[in-house]
């Protein structure tokens, strides 16, 4: 029989390398060429909202949450030149508190924000990368406000579903009360009506649900959409993270669903439900906590800041 330290000791080995394979899909996925690199070493504090600019060959992401910036709210996001590793900030016109989630669609960047102290409510925006312009479109419901949006996605439509989290209110980014349970929004891409489709009494984070708690709700669930895109039915468990939760989830060209899992990235098989893989971040105190797609790259955000996976033999961009 095993002691304890004889059965962790060997698992320390896991912080040295930079891929795990439990599904041979993995290695068929990943190839033999794929590296993890750490472009940019920032201090320990969560980072969020990658998306990666195409055109500009850019990075955008945000440093999210106390103790940055002042108390943790801030103006400005973080640019990165993939080329040359340069990092500089950016603010918006008009600026854009305490964004939270990115998705990159139609050369514009569509962000979530959880808003701003007691003075602006959670809202999506839409960003122009060559200007810096920013529109909002959505921010609120109903003339309700939301509690604070974390993450986003868009379907091929264009039509975007979003979480609505305490994560702010819990982090002292604003100070009201949140309104309702945390939610998941449906919202239009053509009218900007907005609906909930699916609550929780835990949290809604990136994508949904959210509790560090090993007892506590951390599932991963998978839903059948309807024709209108606007009803979830058929909720069912696909996968439980191993440690921590999933967070920034995101779903490449071919189906395979990536999701930052703490020590690393997990890679889903959407199919059963089995992580056929992980992308390790060295462990410590790095954390990985949401990521963003090129064609054969993967853009890892997080605490302890920024990794580029190159080299990656599938292709992971989308076609939106």
Known sequence: MYKNHEIFLPLSYLNTTDFIAYDPKFFELIGPNATVEHVQNLAYQSHKAPCYIKETNELFFVDWGPPGGDDGVHSWQYVLDIETNELRKVETTPPTYNAHGCVYYNQSLYVVTDGYADKESGALVKVNPRSWERETLVNNYLVQPFAGFNDLEMDREGNFWVTDSKSGWGRGITTFTPPTLPSIYFIEHTTLRSKVVQTTTGNANGYFPRRKDPYGERELWAFDVSESRSVLSKKRLLNNPISYFY????????????????????????????????????????LAVSLAFGENEIWIVGRGGVWRVKGVRERLAREW
């Open 247 to 286: 967070d920034g989830v995101r779903v490449s060209r071919g189906g395979w669903i990536f999701a930052g899992a703490g020590d690393g990235v997990d890679v889903i098989d959407p199919e059963n439900g089995f992580t056929v893989g992980s992308v390790r971040m060295g462990g410590g105190e790095n």
